[in-house]
């Protein structure tokens, strides 16, 4: 008797877990189906003709799929300008942000020098405060020297030195963590310590550093705000302006914009997917400590 | 040059161009804010700008449309910011362990992350129009979303949970690997359920990075912008209005910008104090 109600006991266990197994699971997708609709939605209506914009029901999955869209965007709309403009600016930009913040974080992690705890207590203290606080004294130091306005060097500048105290605080605890002998050794080696920077601290740190290339690139990529207040002429805009310009004017015609937003959004997919590796490595040994 | 002498100008000389451009552009930047929020500020500077003390500040408190742009921010953030963080935790406990799909299901939830406000905001955009809006078809209702003032707030409120979950989870997940599964063990051998081991074993020693979160996520939440932006610019009447939204408009729409100053100066003093407190309470709470 005993052995049996601990048989029925067990079976019933197995059950009520592989039930519960069965709710947790589909949660969990129905949860990424949540996540992944809208981005569907997006591609397929990016590929619908105009006429099939306003059926009822709406289509998921439209029954006719056309192309023009995306050539339509680049040809008439002319969105291959917006993207240059977006790369010529994004890529310096992130360089310069990357080198200057990896010199901070290291002059702070490797040496001492007078003034170091509190010049990092004031980066520190203001992390915490919103970019909305600074963009009207900017806009004011920008605005008035007429070289910087209207001038895509302003952004590349401008966003290549932005950020820095976050960034600086988040590498200087990769930094620390480089083993001392190595650094030690390169000395000893007669290397500078330029060199004991590029040629060992940086490779050493790539994980790092990727994984604030795509903090920084998704950022200078996607920032409307600022720009929108420089770049005054239709030819030097960023795809966020020209596309937000765009939708604008001709809000209705959703396949048109989709098809130009799937276009700008492709750079940032493709490099967070190229550095995806390091992006998960990074965060997981804990790099965001506060 | 003695070797230590050396080695201080050496490290002064690696700080120099980041903390010259910080202090240019960060640091001085703040205290002008503060500066520019008591003028009736003139951009131009051969035109004067006027010294109105706290006038500005008077207006803002006078000003309804200033009200409400504060009474959304903080709804905002009040709402957006726990459904991120009990969502993304959930998920990441769930995804903790090793199961069939795991990394495809942690990079379905990431993808919002890494997509621009401003497309998702387009996306939502549509999904919530009220005529064959994506939204009204599948739950079968039939609400002007963004053109009704007491409802457009919700799609708002909707993709700032759902573009955040993401960002929540992998936090998680980073903290949930700092937990020693030894722990979970020796609890569950004294009898612990799932709830107990989550209350108090997993919680507790998740304390840095929840706290992390709630101060990343609430200075995010005050300054919510794009998605206001591109699906309301505030309207319909005001209803989405809110600080950042506001503040843009007062000072590049109307130009403004003593006034547009005293919004963000005020934003910054909410967010600064919230932060302090959120870090007290939970160092005091260990």
């Given at each position: 008797m005993i052995k049996n109600k601990k048989v029925n006991y067990d079976v019933s266990f197995v059950l009520l877990k592989s039930v519960g197994k069965v709710v947790f699971y589909t949660v969990l997708i129905v949860g990424a189906i949540a996540m992944i609709i809208p981005f569907i939605y997006m591609v397929s209506t990016s590929l619908k003709p105009m006429a099939s914009l306003f059926t009822y029901p709406p289509q998921i999955f439209p029954t006719s799929i056309t192309f023009s869209n995306y050539l339509r965007m680049w040809e008439v709309f002319g969105i291959g300008r917006y993207f240059l403009n977006s790369t010529i600016i994004a890529v310096p930009a992130v360089l310069i942000n990357i080198f200057l913040s990896s010199l901070t974080a290291y002059g702070f992690a490797k040496f001492d020098f007078p003034g170091k705890n509190l010049f990092f207590t004031i980066l520190i203290a203001t992390l915490a405060v919103p970019g909305l606080l600074l963009v009207i004294p900017q806009f004011q130091m920008v605005s008035s020297v007429h070289f910087l306005m209207n001038n895509q060097?302003?952004?590349?500048?401008?966003?290549?030195?932005?950020?820095?105290?976050?960034?600086?605080?988040?590498?200087?605890?990769?930094?620390?963590?480089?083993?001392?002998?190595i650094v030690d050794a390169a000395e000893?080696?007669?290397c500078s310590q330029f060199q004991i920077y590029y040629k060992i601290i940086l490779p050493q740190s790539l994980p790092a550093l990727g994984t604030l290339a795509i903090f920084s690139f998704g950022g200078i990529w996607d920032d409307y705000f600022w720009p929108s207040l420089i770049l005054s002429s239709q030819s030097k805009w960023t795809l966020p302006l020209g596309i937000l310009a765009f939708q604008g004017e001709y809000g209705v015609q959703w396949n048109l914009v989709f098809a130009a937003s799937i276009i700008a959004m492709i750079?940032?997919?493709?490099?967070?997917?190229v550095f995806q590796k390091y992006f998960v490595q990074t965060i997981s040994e804990g790099g965001l400590k506060m | 040059m003695k070797r230590a002498t050396r080695l201080k100008v050496v490290g002064m000389l690696f700080v120099?161009?980041?903390?010259?451009?910080?202090?240019?552009?960060?640091?001085?930047?703040?205290?002008?804010?503060?500066?520019?929020?008591?003028y009736k500020w003139n951009l131009n500077p051969e035109l004067p700008s006027k010294f109105v003390g706290l006038a500005n500040y008077i207006t803002m408190f006078q000003d309804p449309v200033a009200g409400t742009a504060f009474k959304n921010t903080v709804l905002y953030t009040v709402i957006t910011?726990?459904?991120?963080?009990?969502?993304?935790?959930?998920?990441?406990?769930a995804l903790n362990k090793k199961i069939y799909g795991q990394t495809t299901l942690r990079l379905l939830y990431y993808l919002p992350v890494v997509t621009s406000w401003i497309f998702v905001s387009l996306i939502f955009e549509y999904l919530f129009s009220g005529y064959g809006g994506l939204v009204n078809y599948i739950f079968h209702t039939n609400i002007q979303w963004l053109s009704s003032p007491s409802m457009a707030m919700v799609p708002i409120y909707v993709l700032g949970i759902w573009k955040g979950i993401g960002w929540s989870m992998l936090i998680?997940?980073?903290?949930?690997?700092?937990?020693?599964?030894?722990?979970?063990?020796?609890?569950?051998?004294?009898?612990?359920?799932?709830?107990?081991?989550?209350?108090?074993?997993?919680?507790?020693?998740?304390?840095?990075?929840?706290?992390?979160?709630?101060?990343?996520?609430?200075?995010?939440?005050?300054?919510?912008?794009?998605?206001?932006?591109?699906?309301?610019?505030?309207?319909?009447?005001?209803?989405?209005?809110?600080?950042?939204?506001?503040?843009?408009?007062?000072?590049?729409?109307?130009?403004?910008?003593?006034?547009?100053?005293?919004?963000?100066?005020?934003?910054?003093?909410?967010?600064?104090?919230?932060?302090?407190?959120?870090?007290?309470?939970?160092?005091?709470?260990?």
């Amino acid at each position: 008797m005993i052995k049996n109600k601990k048989v029925n006991y067990d079976v019933s266990f197995v059950l009520l877990k592989s039930v519960g197994k069965v709710v947790f699971y589909t949660v969990l997708i129905v949860g990424a189906i949540a996540m992944i609709i809208p981005f569907i939605y997006m591609v397929s209506t990016s590929l619908k003709p105009m006429a099939s914009l306003f059926t009822y029901p709406p289509q998921i999955f439209p029954t006719s799929i056309t192309f023009s869209n995306y050539l339509r965007m680049w040809e008439v709309f002319g969105i291959g300008r917006y993207f240059l403009n977006s790369t010529i600016i994004a890529v310096p930009a992130v360089l310069i942000n990357i080198f200057l913040s990896s010199l901070t974080a290291y002059g702070f992690a490797k040496f001492d020098f007078p003034g170091k705890n509190l010049f990092f207590t004031i980066l520190i203290a203001t992390l915490a405060v919103p970019g909305l606080l600074l963009v009207i004294p900017q806009f004011q130091m920008v605005s008035s020297v007429h070289f910087l306005m209207n001038n895509q060097l302003t952004i590349i500048l401008t966003d290549g030195i932005g950020g820095i105290a976050f960034n600086a605080f988040f590498l200087r605890g990769f930094f620390e963590g480089i083993a001392k002998d190595i650094v030690d050794a390169a000395e000893i080696d007669g290397c500078s310590q330029f060199q004991i920077y590029y040629k060992i601290i940086l490779p050493q740190s790539l994980p790092a550093l990727g994984t604030l290339a795509i903090f920084s690139f998704g950022g200078i990529w996607d920032d409307y705000f600022w720009p929108s207040l420089i770049l005054s002429s239709q030819s030097k805009w960023t795809l966020p302006l020209g596309i937000l310009a765009f939708q604008g004017e001709y809000g209705v015609q959703w396949n048109l914009v989709f098809a130009a937003s799937i276009i700008a959004m492709i750079p940032t997919l493709a490099i967070y997917i190229v550095f995806q590796k390091y992006f998960v490595q990074t965060i997981s040994e804990g790099g965001l400590k506060m | 040059m003695k070797r230590a002498t050396r080695l201080k100008v050496v490290g002064m000389l690696f700080v120099l161009p980041g903390l010259i451009s910080y202090f240019g552009w960060t640091l001085y930047p703040i205290f002008y804010a503060f500066l520019i929020s008591l003028y009736k500020w003139n951009l131009n500077p051969e035109l004067p700008s006027k010294f109105v003390g706290l006038a500005n500040y008077i207006t803002m408190f006078q000003d309804p449309v200033a009200g409400t742009a504060f009474k959304n921010t903080v709804l905002y953030t009040v709402i957006t910011v726990p459904g991120q963080m009990i969502l993304g935790f959930l998920i990441a406990y769930a995804l903790n362990k090793k199961i069939y799909g795991q990394t495809t299901l942690r990079l379905l939830y990431y993808l919002p992350v890494v997509t621009s406000w401003i497309f998702v905001s387009l996306i939502f955009e549509y999904l919530f129009s009220g005529y064959g809006g994506l939204v009204n078809y599948i739950f079968h209702t039939n609400i002007q979303w963004l053109s009704s003032p007491s409802m457009a707030m919700v799609p708002i409120y909707v993709l700032g949970i759902w573009k955040g979950i993401g960002w929540s989870m992998l936090i998680f997940l980073a903290g949930l690997q700092g937990v020693p599964p030894s722990l979970y063990e020796a609890a569950q051998i004294d009898g612990a359920n799932k709830w107990n081991l989550i209350r108090h074993i997993t919680i507790p020693l998740l304390r840095p990075t929840i706290m992390f979160e709630l101060v990343m996520l609430t200075i995010g939440g005050f300054n919510v912008f794009l998605s206001v932006w591109v699906m309301t610019s505030g309207g319909p009447m005001n209803s989405t209005q809110v600080v950042s939204v506001y503040m843009f408009q007062q000072a590049f729409n109307y130009f403004n910008f003593g006034y547009g100053s005293a919004l963000s100066v005020m934003l910054f003093v909410i967010v600064f104090i919230i932060a302090q407190i959120q870090r007290r309470w939970l160092k005091s709470n260990d």
